[in-house]
């Protein structure tokens, strides 16, 4: 009997389901935040017979097979790019981009990352920084007495110094082919990988990348509703498995207490 196997490989990919889920929840109010989804594979299969095999010497086929599954697995978990809900926040630093495309941020060691979220603040120089101090690419350095800074759609910044309109650099952003290969760094950033493609950084607004709205943040798109649901049904998913181990438990019970 094989359901005891199978009943487990159910409990495991729905508790890896409640994980997913789980976490969509917990950042609902991250900024830029992408939900992700899990799907699932169903496992290999036992044949006794299978389909189209000779049931007779008169070269009759059987129509169907005899197969036994083996279970479920984890076939993927993947995170969903969708535009989330664009708040205004009156923060001259704050903004959000009106459809495909990445901020670049150069991390401490060199590396290059990406992230959706347009949070940005001054650091101790001046130069335009992630909430953890990262340096925006290319970077972008406001003098001390600037003031009314501006960033078009495009990504130009200017802003006003001694009275006259001064160009501090543009803002680009970056576009993949796979957005969904991207690996998640945590704190709101990605990584580049084989599976997502390279890199290609354009104008905000060409290319298919969407626009800079200066003001403004991209919420996160997970779905507080449908996130419950989904909690609700995974849940019920686990306990009908439980219920598959506690039923082949009573049937080897009652085999081994024939006489």
Known sequence: MNALKIGATGMLAQQSNVDVLSNNIA???????????????????MNERTPGAATSSANTLAPSGVQYGLGVNVGSVYRNFEQGAVTRTDAPLDISIQGRGFFTITMPN??????????????ENGDLVTSQGFLLDPAINVPPEAIDINIAGDGTVTASVDDTIVNL???????????????????????????????????????????????????????????????????????????????????????????
Do not use: C, P, W
Not at 31 to 45: G, I, P, V, W
Not at 178 to 185: D, I, R, S, T, Y
Not at 223 to 236: G, V
């Open 169 to 259: 650099g543009q803002i680009t952003t970056n576009m993949f082919v796979n957005e969904a290969g991207l690996e998640a760094m945590g704190d709101n950033l990605y990584r580049e990988t084989e599976a997502s493609g390279a890199a290609a950084n354009v104008i905000a607004g060409e290319d298919g990348s969407g626009e800079l709205l200066q003001r403004h943040l991209e919420g996160s798109n997970v779905d507080a509703i449908e996130s419950i649901t989904d909690l609700i049904t995974a849940q019920r998913a686990y306990e009908l498995n439980s219920q598959i181990i506690t039923t082949a438990d009573e049937m080897m019970a009652a085999a081994n207490q024939i006489r």
């Open 27 to 45: 950042n609902i109010n991250t900024t830029a935040f992408k939900r992700q989804r899990a799907s699932f594979k169903d496992l290999l299969y």
């Open 110 to 123: 060199g590396d290059t990352a990406y992230t959706r979220d347009g949070a940005f603040q001054l650091n």
